[in-house]
T-cell receptor, first 114, second 114 residues
């Protein structure tokens, strides 16, 4: 069965520091991969997505992610974090084979120290 | 409206009561999803509608949960005989059919069962 693992429940970084959020997936074929961000009291907003081609994808708000097939990973990165990046981040895979179901990880909550 | 609209934004109910949660997707989006977000649990898939096809109900946790989509647009998620474990944020999302692309999320309906 398809699954998505985000091993870090909470991450705290200082403003201006670099950030990497981890995501591992289990899927038989080449997946479609996504990162979403959820600010407090808000719905989820798409940061970036990977379908095929260049394994380094750029997204909004200065985020990027790299697809590594050999590691079944799709980690999210940002070179310099801003206080406004404090939010919860979700990795997702989908739609999965034979259905249109998107599978989400449990999320990583990011705290940014001033 | 331009985005996915959900109502009510907050609902407090007593154990054993029935509740209805409404989702109005983006105009033209034929795919509609319901997810449940519980603290520390990530997003749990509940149900998926695609056009006139039979919905994928594989994520509904019990027969107390049901959903319908009228006229290929508005959807209602109904929870009968609510239990305290039903307390969560219920998120609705829509997308263009077959796009394998972005899900557009509403801000959610927060349900509290006392």
């Amino acid at each position: 069965a398809q699954s998505v693992t985000q091993p870090d429940i909470h991450i705290t970084v200082s403003e201006g520091a670099s950030l990497e959020l981890r995501c591992n997936y289990s899927y038989g074929a080449t997946p479609y991969l996504f990162w979403y961000v959820q600010s407090p009291g808000q719905g989820l907003q798409l940061l970036l997505k990977y379908f095929s081609g260049d394994t380094l994808v750029q997204g909004i708000k200065g985020f990027e992610a790299e697809f590594k097939r050999s590691q079944s990973s799709f980690n999210l990165r940002k070179p310099s974090v801003h206080w406004s990046d404090a939010a919860e981040y979700f990795c997702a895979v989908g739609p999965t084979s034979g259905t249109y179901k998107y599978i989400f990880g449990t999320g990583t909550r990011l705290k940014v120290l001033a | 409206g331009a985005g996915v609209s959900q109502s009510p934004s907050n609902k407090v109910t007593e154990k054993g009561k029935d509740v209805e949660l409404r989702c109005d997707p983006i105009s033209g989006h034929t795919a509609l999803y319901w997810y449940r977000q519980s603290l520390g649990q990530g997003l749990e898939f509940l149900i998926y509608f695609q056009g006139n096809s039979a919905p994928d109900k594989s994520g509904l946790p019990s027969d107390r949960f049901s959903a319908e989509r009228t006229g290929g647009s508005v959807s209602t998620l109904t929870i009968q005989r609510t239990q305290q474990e039903d307390s969560a944020v219920y998120l609705c999302a829509s997308s263009l059919a077959g796009s394998s692309g972005e899900l557009f999320f509403g801000e959610g309906s927060r349900l509290t069962v006392l």
